[in-house]
């Protein structure tokens, strides 16, 4: 099996093209490359230095390998996005998808049992959205020994036995969060009082986004009053916004999950508060987008989660043909808000309407 390390998918004098196609391009089948990247070198570092390229897929797989795809859950759109881009990228290239989800971040050992199951049931690769950032090292060394490539979607993990990632560093999902509200109440100005939502407890895309929050409003006049983790079920987030908001009834700000965003729009305008607080998501859904285009959430970073389940079915078949790939690559982060909101192609980062998550693609 060739593990080859980086290679330049195009030459720079297309990146400007490709930084245009982030805001207009279409991320569908056809055409929804190339795309821009950042590539992290050396890999698996996320203060490694970045480079700019623009990532453009195989053609179609030389045989219809079984890729095993593992969720941590699929109970908010953003997962059924990542699921959109897996499934859809499958199809494109000829090969074979079973994907399971776990049920929730509590759920590692299920998580573990399932792929041990995909694998068992003939699985060439995996790719794994995880529950844990060290919970699955075992897993992956079992696998490495067993010559099944793992790519490591969106979550992160600390195994060295990783092959791949397709990630963006959610460190700056956060800070870009914190520094869109840190600018709007700099050092000076009046203090705004801010409750933050970072997610579920133990999760690498957690502690990651939490760490960046935090470094980006310091020296500002944003006082955090709370900091609230959770499971992304809504139930969950809507309980902790409702005991928030009891105990600071002069919040400013909710920032967190994008959930906790999309729970905490209708339970402030059942309330009347609206017009009071302010909402801002650290990652991006169709609630988000929904609630930013109606002037209910103020703006949310993109990740591009459609992208991001492309590439990591593209690197598995790349790794399983000996092709070079790109080790560690994830889409070029931007934030959403009222000044581009009508103008991104939201197909990078959102299922087609009335998509359902797919389970499995037979070639």
């Keep these: 099996m060739n593990r080859k390390s980086l290679f330049r998918i195009v030459s720079g004098t297309c990146l ?22 950042e590539v992290w070198k050396p890999a698996f570092d996320m203060e490694s230095p970045r480079l700019a390229e623009n990532y453009a897929p195989l053609e179609s797989a030389a045989t219809a390998w079984d890729i095993c795809v593992s969720f941590p859950h699929l109970k908010d759109a953003y997962w059924t996005s990542v ?52 919970g699955l090292n075992n897993l992956v060394g079992t696998l490495a020994e067993k010559n099944i490539p793992v790519i490591d979607i969106v979550n992160g993990m600390s195994s060295s036995d990783i092959h791949a990632k397709s990630l963006v560093s959610f460190g700056e999902m956060g800070f870009k969060a914190g520094e869109y509200i840190a600018a709007r109440h700099p050092a000076g100005s009046a203090p705004v009082k ?69 729970a905490a729009t209708g339970l402030l305008r059942a309330r009347g508060l609206s017009d009071d607080i302010n909402i801002v998501s650290y990652y991006f859904t169709p609630g988000v987008y929904q609630g930013i285009r109606r002037g209910q959430i103020l703006a949310a970073p993109t990740d591009s989660s459609v992208i991001q389940g492309r590439i990591a079915i593209d690197q598995a078949v790349r790794i399983l043909e000996g092709k070079p ?29 009335g998509y359902r998550p797919t389970f499995s693609v037979d070639q």
């Excluded at 490709?18 to 990247?37: E, K, M, Q, R, S």
């Excluded at 049920?103 to 049931?121: F, M, R, W």
């Excluded at 790939?325 to 197909?347: A, C, M, R």
């Design 16 to 37: 400007s093209a490709g930084l245009l196609f982030t805001h207009v391009g279409i991320a569908n089948a056809d055409n929804w490359f190339p795309y821009p990247v």
């Design 83 to 134: 699921n959109y881009g897996v499934i859809d990228e499958a199809r494109r290239l000829g090969v074979k998808v079973q994907l399971v989800e776990a049920g929730g971040y509590t759920k590692l050992n299920n998580q573990i049992s399932q792929i041990e199951d995909c694998v068992s049931s003939g699985a060439e690769a995996v790719v794994i959205g995880a529950i844990s950032f060290d």
């Design 194 to 262: 801010v409750a933050w939502f970072p997610g579920p407890p133990g999760a690498g895309w957690v502690e990651a986004g939490n760490s960046g929050f935090q470094k980006a409003i310091l020296g500002s006049a944003i006082e955090l009053v709370e900091t609230k983790y959770g499971d992304t079920g809504k139930e969950v987030q809507l309980k902790l916004v409702e005991d928030t908001l009891e105990a600071h009834p002069d919040l400013k700000y909710i920032v967190g999950t994008a959930v906790t965003a999309e």
């Design 325 to 353: 790939y790109l080790k560690h690559v994830g889409p070029k982060l931007y934030v959403i808000d009222d000044s581009n909101i009508h103008d991104f192609e939201k197909t990078t980062s959102l299922a087609p309407d």
